[in-house]
């Protein structure tokens, strides 16, 4: 599954065998993946999976122990100033001299970015992310929102064609956080964008495509649906009539290794609550629970399913892991 894309344009980056070390620590592990323009990729993971590492490594601001990366036909090892011009980043903690004010420091990156006609840049930024009315504040008096506002349009100084944007929306009210999202998906129109993000519904509402890692690898790489569709994770809450919770462990015992029961709790006298969680499908889960629980003489109080949730696919992914 890895290293697929569902974008139609062009190749715009290619990572091969991506692997990045810490002395003995693997943080990135034969990393795989392509982009394509108009892609819109989000990248989700646990803490700790490798996302800002991967994210560092495209952009350039750390080295690789092994493997290719490939952004615009350049090898960013061998031709890195060319691929840096067409790469935005906003990093996890935006690099912002909060003794600056906030023209100041958009010009200043602009310096960086060899933009010679700097004001037209910076008022163009300033419109898309929000900030005309605080050109004049100093950076250090900002509200930690803003300061991400800062730091996205500095990202987007020079129009690159790659946004590579690490947790865009950390630190954002929800009214921003909308407002940023309708702004990353209006520019995926003319860039193409990696992002990550801890919130799944973001993932759902701006990204064309899923690479989910875990302990630097990828353990999923597609689209929303087709991570639904393959990873079934469906949920089933019950509410029964027992005495004892070892019964409801007992019976379902050797049921299949793909089921499992979680958070065993008594909510009144003789009645249990408890989560089914299935890993894959199989056939009549619906009749084979309820007639388990009905041989063991156990009266069904409640039972409902949540469905197949992107959220619970995710804890799926992750825990498979460990
Ligand atoms: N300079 C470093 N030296 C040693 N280990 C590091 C270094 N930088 C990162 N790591 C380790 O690499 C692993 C991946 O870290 P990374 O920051 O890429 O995770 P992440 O997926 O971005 O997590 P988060 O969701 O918390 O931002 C972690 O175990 C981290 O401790
Ligand atoms: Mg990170």
Redesign the pocket.
């Known amino acids: 599954m890895r290293g697929i894309s569902k974008g139609l344009g062009d190749v715009i980056i290619s990572v091969e065998k991506l692997c990045k070390n810490?002395n003995n620590?693997c943080?990135v592990k034969d990393v795989s993946f392509k982009v394509r323009a108009g892609d819109i990729i989000g990248f989700l993971?646990?803490?700790?999976?490798?996302?800002?590492?991967v994210m560092n490594i495209l952009t350039g601001c750390i080295s690789y122990s092994g493997g290719s990366v490939k952004i615009l036909g350049c090898d960013i090892f061998n031709e890195p100033l060319k691929f840096k011009k067409s790469i935005g980043y906003l990093p996890?903690n935006p690099p912002l001299y909060y003794n600056m004010t906030v023209f100041e420091y958009l010009k200043f990156v602009c310096g960086l970015k060899g933009i010679k006609k700097y004001k037209e840049e910076i008022d163009k930024v300033f419109v898309l992310c929000n900030l005309a009315d605080n050109q004049k504040r100093l950076i250090s008096s900002l509200s930690k929102g803003y300061k991400q506002r800062v730091g996205l349009a500095q990202a987007l100084l020079g129009s690159p064609k790659v946004l590579i944007l690490d947790e865009p929306t950390s630190g954002l009210d929800p009214a921003q956080i909308v407002q940023v999202r309708n702004l990353i998906k209006a520019l995926s129109k003319s860039h193409t964008v990696i992002l990550?993000t801890?919130i799944l519904s973001e993932i759902q509402a701006i990204c064309s495509r899923i690479i989910i890692?875990s302990r630097?690898v990828i353990v999923a790489d597609d689209t929303e649906k087709n991570i639904l569709k393959s990873n079934k994770a469906e949920v089933y809450f019950l509410r029964v009539y027992c005495s004892d919770k070892d019964t409801i462990f007992k019976i379902f015992r050797g049921f299949s290794d793909d089921l499992v029961i979680e958070d065993v709790e008594f909510v009144a006298q003789n009645v249990i609550e408890f989560k089914i969680v299935l890993r894959y499908e199989f056939d009549d889960v619906d009749f084979k629970i309820s007639n388990v629980l009905m041989q063991n003489r156990i009266p069904i109080l409640k039972f409902l399913s949540s469905g197949n949730t992107l959220e619970q696919v995710f804890i799926n992914l992750i825990e498979n892991r460990h």
């Open positions: 810490y620590f943080a993971g646990p803490n700790g999976a490798g996302k800002t590492t996890e990550s801890h890692m630097g």
